[in-house]
Each structure stands twice: as C-alpha cells, then as structure tokens.
Antibody
C-alpha cells in the first residue's frame, strides 16, 4: 500500500526556518517524481516544488515564490523541504504528492502538515 | 505561467441530477489536464488525468472531456459524497497551475 506521511509543521516567526518531511512507502520511490503543494487557509492549491526521479538525476524545480528560500531534497524513502526566510504568506497546509508518471497525474497525496508563520 | 480559469466557482446541485464544470487554459494543453476533488477536511484526490482518463477507483459517473484550451468535468448523477471543491490542473509544464476551484454543494 502506497503511503505518504508528512511531518514537521508548526508555528514559526517571520524570517525563521522549518524543515518538513514526507516519508514514502509501498512503491519504488526512486522511480517517481515527487512534489510539494500548499494551500493557504481558505484558498486554492498551489504547486511549490518538485524533484524528478533517479533516471533524471533527481533534478529539482521551484515555484518563483519560493525559489532561493526553499530547498527540496530526497533520500531512499523520504523527501524533505527546508524552508528558510519564511514569510507570513507561506502560511499554509503543505502536501507532498506522488507523480504517477506517464501523464497519470498525482495519484497519492499525504495528509498535509500545517505551517503557520506569525509574529 | 499557464493561467487556468474554472466556472462556475459555486455549484449547488440536486442529488441524482447531472453537474458540469468548465476549465479553460491560457494556452493549449493538448490533453495534459487533470481533475482533482478535495472533500471537506481531506487531501486532494485524483479523479481524471490526461483530460478524460478516470483514475483507479473513480466511479464511472465522473467523466472528463476536451482538449487544447477547453475542458469539462461532468458528473452524470450527483451523489451526496461528491460534495467538495473540484480543481483542474494543467500538467503540460512546470509550474503546475490550478484553476480557482469549484465548490459543489447539495441544494
């Protein structure tokens, strides 16, 4: 069974840092692109960052709003999102999701972890 | 970035009746368009990918159509469990971008 479990959310002051993790299981992790999305309170979905698969050297891609502040990394079974220089507008529920590949959409999502950036 | 526009943004529906949501993109997507449903208090779930292919386990009352810049999600007979916010997302390029969401609620 495919599972994605996020952790690491919490309350942080503007300018601070936080590290999110997404533990993956139940599939060949290295075969899949993995992405982070976020959803501000009462708002829609926003794509944040992606890491490609092993075949594509785990190349990373970032949304303009987080480039230079956020860094995605991955190991054998987990992706992490290091968030620095946090702003109030980064407040959101952060979801990790698995790209099914071959155009098949994001077929598995984690439960989400809440990040609150507030003085 | 590709801009995605959904309509309507709110859709009151009667159980057993059909429902339809439109999604338009600012440039051609070919068929690289996904539909997601976010039920209240839950993570998004994949309904449709490549414009018209139902994801695993999705009931056949859901169907997707369209290509290029105009897409439609149809529910043939709405059930109470279908309430939530429906999002289209372009899968052609990064950054992935979503429509504003269509909130479906029971009348």
């Amino acid at each position: 069974e495919v599972q994605l479990v996020e952790s690491g959310g919490g309350l942080v002051q503007p300018g601070g840092s936080l590290r999110l993790s997404c533990a993956a299981s139940g599939f060949t992790f290295s075969d899949h692109y993995m992405d982070w999305f976020r959803q501000a309170p009462g708002k829609g979905l926003e794509w944040v960052v992606r890491t490609l698969n092993k075949l594509n050297s785990y190349t990373t891609q970032y949304a303009a709003s987080v480039r230079g502040r956020f860094t995605i990394s991955r190991d054998d079974s987990k992706i992490s999102l290091q968030m620095n220089s946090l702003k109030t507008e980064d407040t959101a529920v952060y979801y990790c999701a698995r790209d099914s590949m071959r155009g098949g959409g994001f077929d598995y999502w984690g439960q989400g972890t809440l990040v609150t950036v507030s003085p | 970035d590709i801009v995605m526009t959904q309509s309507p943004l709110s859709l009151p529906v009667t159980p057993g009746e059909p429902a339809s949501i439109s999604c338009r993109s600012s440039q051609s997507l070919d068929n690289y368009l996904d539909w997601y449903l976010q039920k209240p208090g839950q993570s998004p779930q994949l309904l449709i990918y490549l414009g018209s292919t139902r994801a695993s386990g999705v009931p056949d009352r859901f169907s997707g159509s369209g290509s290029g810049t105009d897409f439609t999600l149809k529910i043939s007979r709405v059930e109470a469990e279908d309430v939530g916010v429906y999002y289209c997302m372009q899968a052609l390029q990064t950054p992935r971008t979503f429509g504003q969401g269509t909130k479906v609620e029971i009348k």
